[in-house]
């Protein structure tokens, strides 16, 4: 039989062997847990809160800008002024763009944010124009198809949804999704309640 002789013995090196892919077998499954967490998406945490991603105008892909104005759309001051407006400018992440084109489809994780800006206007040489101003407001969109937060109001249909406005950017104002979000997206629903058609960079 082996003789226990020393930390080189036969013995000690089976035991230790044990050990060590008893806590490979327990270490792996968490690491791989960690690992998809932060796959899904850096920005959301276990429970669900969303934040909003820093210096996304330089990094990320911008798809496209909606110009919300009076309801006539000739000048500030014709017309009544319709919800939301502004300048909307959407942003999402490069890998996400590039999936998006592939499939059809919105990868789990992606953002979706929409900064909503002041509009301002100015007379020239060009013509009249209008231009972004102070910004008012951001609005955030986490593709989410596994619907990870079940308990969370502001989770559903597919994603995740988000509010913050400049008094307080890392504070998400919106408490329930289906009251503060759903009702403006639901007439996208037949492009995952994205208004895809208005993103030039996705084509």
């Known amino acids: 039989g082996w003789r226990n002789e020393g930390?080189?013995?036969?013995?000690?090196?089976?035991?230790?062997g044990i050990v060590f892919m008893a806590m490979a077998f327990c270490i792996i499954p968490v690491m791989a847990?960690?690992?998809?967490?932060k796959q899904f998406s850096p920005y959301v945490d276990g429970k669900g809160n969303a934040t909003l991603p820093s210096d996304f105008r330089a990094r990320w892909a911008h798809l496209g800008t909606w110009s919300v104005t009076s309801q006539v759309a000739a000048g500030p001051s014709l017309g009544p002024t319709a919800p939301g407006t502004g300048l909307h400018e959407v942003y999402t992440q490069p890998?996400?763009?590039?999936a998006y084109r592939k499939t059809g489809k919105w990868p789990?994780?992606?953002?979706?944010?929409?900064e909503v800006r002041a509009i301002k206007w100015d007379d020239l040489?060009?013509?009249?124009?209008?231009y972004a101003g102070e910004g008012a407001e951001w609005f955030v969109m986490v593709k989410d198809s596994k619907g990870r937060f079940k308990s969370n109001p502001s989770w559903g249909d597919g994603w995740g949804w988000a509010l913050f406005k400049t008094a307080d950017p890392k504070k998400n104002?919106?408490?329930?999704?289906?009251?503060?979000c759903l009702r403006c997206h639901e007439v996208a629903k037949d492009t995952d309640l994205v208004f895809a058609s208005g993103y030039p960079t996705l084509k």
Do not use: Q
């Not at 930390?7 to 230790?16: D, E, R, W």
């Not at 789990?108 to 929409?114: E, H, P, R, Y």
């Open 173 to 180: 104002i919106s408490t329930n999704y289906k009251s503060d």
């Open 95 to 98: 890998e996400s763009v590039r």
């Open 7 to 16: 930390p080189g013995s036969p013995l000690k090196k089976l035991l230790n």
């Open 108 to 114: 789990d994780g992606t953002i979706l944010v929409m």
């Open 125 to 130: 040489p060009t013509g009249h124009v209008m």
């Open 33 to 37: 847990l960690a690992a998809g967490e």
